[in-house]
């Protein structure tokens, strides 16, 4: 499809666990964005790239949080040591360039047992 | 992490009516957005905002970019029921330095049809 593809949708695992959320953003989109949504609130703002390299990632909660995107394309957002405060929707958005709209994906639901 | 102030939290509409909900900060922002998000998707963008001052309408849907910088709303016309959802404000603060490209978001104002 033409939009921000994310996956997996949904990902379980149990608390201590290390995970990876996919994110595959609009062809040519130079900038990604990660942000996390816990529920009732609106989505708080991550890590941004522009190209390959992590602009910002001044939202990232602590160092088990970190994001890559090697080939400027797709992102990688990994969790390790997952604790039940992790669990929320982890939503990418990319946009053409940083002063035109961010346009989202669908988000990955990760609930920590 | 910092959000706007939002409001209202929530309201009820029946079809037809004219709905309107605002977004303050204490902040300015050189850009304004509105996104609506269902139940299990991400957010969409509906209106995007870049001049102090501008007023732009997408079909039912008209949003003001405010005269200080630091307030947008957006008002929705003869409302129908697929109106239902949250709204999310959104303002980006550009610094072309490389950072600075994220958008921080309000609260949401969710939208109910009346029972």
């Known amino acids: 499809g033409a939009g921000v593809s994310q996956t997996p949708s949904n990902k379980v695992t149990e608390k201590g666990k290390y995970v990876e959320l996919r994110c595959d953003p609009i062809?040519?989109?130079?900038?990604l964005y990660w942000y996390r949504q816990s529920l009732g609130q609106g989505p708080e703002f991550l890590i941004y790239?522009?190209?390959?390299?992590?602009?910002?990632d001044s939202g990232l909660p602590n160092d088990r949080f970190f994001a890559v995107r090697p080939e400027g394309s797709v992102s990688t957002l990994k969790i390790q040591r997952t604790e039940r405060g992790d669990s929320a929707v982890y939503l990418c958005a990319s946009s053409p360039t940083i002063d035109q709209p961010q346009h989202f994906g669908d988000g990955t639901r990760l609930s920590i047992l | 992490g910092q959000q706007l102030n939002q409001s209202p939290q929530s309201m009820f509409i029946q079809e037809g009516e004219d709905v309107s909900m605002n977004c303050t900060s204490s902040s300015i922002f050189n850009t304004w957005l509105w996104y609506k998000q269902d139940p299990g998707e991400g957010p969409v963008l509906l209106i995007a905002?870049?001049?102090?001052?501008e007023l732009t309408s997408n079909g039912r849907l008209t949003a003001q970019f405010g005269i200080t910088r630091k307030d947008s709303f957006l008002n929705i016309s003869a409302s129908i029921p697929s109106d239902v959802g949250i709204y999310f404000c959104a303002g980006q603060r550009l610094n072309y330095g490389g950072s600075q490209g994220n958008l921080i978001f309000g609260k949401g104002t969710k939208l109910s049809v009346k029972p």
């Open positions: 062809s040519g989109h130079t900038a």
């Open positions: 905002l870049y001049k102090a001052g």
């Open positions: 790239f522009q190209g390959t390299g992590a602009a910002d």
